[in-house]
């Protein structure tokens, strides 16, 4: 029936691209939670001290992954430090993420 067939395309049709797109900054962030996509963008949109965790947890993987035994003097002991540090990060975004209500799709 074509009626039928296309209701069942419309419903199987993506959201606007405007609802989907991953904002291009925090991109790690939002690579750790894609589960929390949602929830990531609300908060970033509405939550300025939580922005600044995520750009914490940017800058942390940022230094993590530029370092190198050739330019690091103490390069086994830094990348622990930076690795314990994006991890407390990550619990610290996951606990903001826990007790967030998402507001109903309009």
Same mark, same amino acid.
């Given at each position: 029936?074509?009626?039928?067939?296309?209701? #069942? +395309?419309? =419903?199987?049709?993506?959201?606007?691209?405007?609802? *989907?797109?991953? &904002?291009t900054?925090?991109?790690? $962030?939002?690579?750790?939670?894609?589960?929390?996509w949602?929830?990531?963008?609300? =908060?970033?949109?509405?939550?300025?001290?939580?922005? @600044? =965790?995520?750009?914490?947890?940017? +800058?942390?993987?940022?230094?993590?992954?530029?370092?190198?035994?050739? *330019?690091?003097?103490?390069?086994?002991?830094? $990348?622990?430090?930076?690795?314990? +540090?994006?991890?407390?990060? @990550? @619990?610290? !975004?996951?606990? $903001? =993420?826990?007790? !967030?209500?998402?507001? &109903? #799709?309009?």
């Open positions: 029936m074509p009626g039928g067939r296309a209701g #069942a +395309t419309r =419903l199987a049709l993506p959201p606007p691209a405007a609802n *989907t797109a991953m &904002p900054h925090f991109p790690n $962030v939002f690579a750790r939670f894609p589960e929390s949602r929830s990531l963008r609300q =908060l970033l949109g509405n939550n300025s001290a939580f922005e @600044e =965790l995520c750009a914490d947890y940017e +800058t942390c993987l940022e230094h993590l992954h530029a370092l190198s035994p050739a *330019t690091s003097h103490d390069f086994d002991r830094e $990348v622990a430090e930076y690795r314990e +540090t994006a991890r407390e990060l @990550e @619990e610290e !975004i996951r606990r $903001v =993420l826990a007790g !967030i209500h998402l507001q &109903p #799709a309009r």
